[in-house]
């Protein structure tokens, strides 16, 4: 490594020439595994979220009515995902203390496990998201000219979850075992078609149907039926660390490793929930300024989602990273790779928030031309460009404690701003301080601070480094 890199990603000015706990690679060692693990995770995340711009563009040639549409199924959406969303934190969490520890029966038993779990809850909640579809969405805040497509595209995702979920958690214990290509390859194949599918039946073209919002629906089932096809193939190797097996008594409960994966998922679903209160209040707020206003709010949340994806990928590397060296009993290298993801990250985020303040105007504009959501653009770029610091630095190490188990402290501090400080302080500024969309933004703004400041406390504090699950 040259001069700077060889200061910046220094183990031995990380742990302040604490001694080691075993043989200590090279710093180019190190940083090299690092940037191995994440660099799959990074850009499956980025293309995810590059996906979901795309969609949005596409979607958006149908008028602000259909952008508004797509994004009020959004946290109805996550909410329905909540379950899986915190079963995958604690399949990845375990899988990598597993590796760590060099159980490759202990880690197979936790995938065949959640693999069992996400069917059954699977059955109960696609039939309360149909069923349920229209009061929620009005609940999120439809208006007469978005409710009717904002249902239907619910719905449709909602019928093919199942594909959805199942990828999800085959995926979250490949990450954890540090197969992070595998992932990516499946969302990479997957976005590819969803794309496809999203121009053939949007408008219409080479005889399939037009059907607008419910075809760009159609087009993500499509998609996350070919990830699935992957990610079970992905686990079909006898030589994998990750093999599974189709015999009956493998998928028969067991109540030692549900428990274990409880002990961890139960806080990530805490965590889940209060982020989708949270979010879905917020959505509310902002829903309440028009169709044209949350139009443009939703542009900007999809390019803040881009650069979520930096942090997204670091985060998932992290957790990686960190549940082995501590299933290795090698707290001093989950505190150099913690560190080295923080410092990328903070690279990758001081690099998009340069780009974001420069071009922002124009990368606005490639999600539409209506002169009433590009008003609005300007604002909400220079928001964009502050927020994607304090983003990327708090969700590596929120991914930091998840890895090492430490999901309950996770789960209180979005209970704390999440929750609390985003819907509130945007409420506030949005109508009583009568800042409008701006003080939506400033209230979400002000919830990244306050998570910044909190995971930084606790990683700080060193506690994470001796839970054991």
């Known amino acids: 490594m040259n001069a700077v890199l060889a200061k910046i990603f220094c183990a031995q000015r990380i742990l302040k020439n604490a001694p080691a706990e075993g043989e200590m690679p090279d710093d180019e060692t190190l940083l090299r595994r690092a940037f191995r693990v994440a660099w799959p995770s990074t850009l499956e995340?980025?293309?995810v979220a590059l996906v979901g711009m795309v969609d949005t563009i596409m979607v958006s040639r149908l008028g602000a009515y259909a952008i508004a549409a797509v994004g009020l199924t959004s946290q109805p959406k996550f909410?329905?995902?909540?379950?899986?969303?915190?079963?995958?934190?604690?399949?990845?969490?375990?899988?990598?203390?597993?590796?760590?520890?060099g159980d490759r029966e202990g880690a197979n038993r936790v995938l065949t496990q959640a693999i069992v779990l996400t069917l059954l809850f699977t059955a109960v909640i696609t039939v309360l998201a149909f069923v349920f579809a229209e009061p929620v969405l009005r609940l999120a805040g439809t208006n007469e000219d978005t409710?009717?497509?904002?249902?239907?595209?619910?719905?449709?995702?909602?019928?093919?979850?199942?594909?959805?979920?199942?990828?999800?958690?085959?995926?979250?214990?490949?990450?954890?075992?540090?197969?992070?290509?595998?992932?990516?390859?499946?969302?990479?194949?997957?976005?590819?078609?969803?794309?496809?599918f999203n121009y053939l039946l949007i408008e219409g073209h080479?005889?399939?149907?037009?059907?607008?919002?419910?075809?760009?629906?159609?087009?993500?089932?499509?998609?996350?039926?070919?990830?699935?096809?992957?990610?079970?193939?992905?686990?079909?190797?006898?030589?994998?660390?990750?093999h599974l097996q189709f015999e009956r008594e493998r998928f028969r409960l067991?109540?030692?490793?549900?428990?274990?994966?409880?002990?961890?998922?139960?806080?990530?679903?805490?965590?889940?929930?209060?982020?989708?209160?949270?979010?879905?209040?917020?959505?509310?707020?902002?829903a309440r300024l028009g169709t044209t206003a949350y139009a443009a709010h939703q542009v900007g949340m999809n390019i803040i989602n881009i650069s979520f994806a930096f942090g997204d990928g670091l985060s998932v590397a992290s957790v990686a990273l960190v549940g082995q060296s501590l299933g290795e009993k090698r707290r001093d290298l989950a505190r150099v790779y913690l560190s080295f993801c923080q410092r990328l990250?903070?690279?990758?985020?001081?690099?998009?928030?340069?780009?974001y303040s420069t071009i922002g105007r124009d990368i606005f504009r490639l999600f539409s031309s209506d002169p009433a959501i590009l008003s609005h653009g300007e604002m909400i770029m220079r928001?964009?460009?502050?927020?994607?610091?304090?983003?990327?630095?708090?969700?590596?190490?929120?991914?930091?404690?998840r890895g090492a188990g430490d999901t309950k402290y996770v789960a209180i501090v979005s209970l704390i701003s999440v929750a609390c400080v985003r819907p509130l302080s945007g409420y506030f500024l949005t109508y009583p301080a009568g800042l409008g969309l701006l003080g939506a933004w400033l209230g979400l703004a002000f919830d990244q601070f306050i998570r910044l400041v909190l995971t930084s406390v606790r990683v700080r504090s060193g506690k994470w480094l001796n839970i054991r699950i």
């Not at 909410?79 to 520890?101: D, P, Q, T, W, Y």
């Open 147 to 196: 409710h009717e497509s904002a249902v239907a595209y619910f719905r449709i995702i909602s019928a093919g979850m199942v594909f959805n979920v199942l990828s999800m958690v085959i995926n979250a214990a490949q990450r954890g075992a540090g197969n992070t290509k595998i992932a990516m390859r499946t969302n990479l194949v997957s976005n590819g078609v969803n794309i496809v």
């Open 206 to 242: 080479f005889g399939f149907p037009s059907l607008g919002v419910a075809g760009a629906a159609v087009a993500t089932v499509i998609g996350t039926a070919v990830a699935l096809g992957m990610s079970v193939l992905s686990v079909l190797h006898p030589n994998g660390f990750l």
């Open 45 to 47: 995340s980025f293309l």
């Open 345 to 355: 990250g903070l690279f990758c985020s001081l690099t998009v928030a340069v780009l």
């Open 254 to 286: 067991e109540k030692e490793t549900l428990s274990t994966i409880a002990n961890i998922g139960s806080s990530s679903l805490a965590e889940q929930l209060f982020l989708r209160f949270g979010f879905l209040t917020y959505t509310m707020i902002v």
């Open 383 to 401: 928001m964009v460009a502050v927020i994607v610091v304090m983003q990327i630095a708090q969700v590596i190490s929120s991914g930091c404690l």
């Open 79 to 101: 909410i329905c995902l909540a379950v899986f969303m915190s079963l995958n934190i604690a399949v990845s969490a375990l899988v990598a203390r597993r590796k760590g520890e």
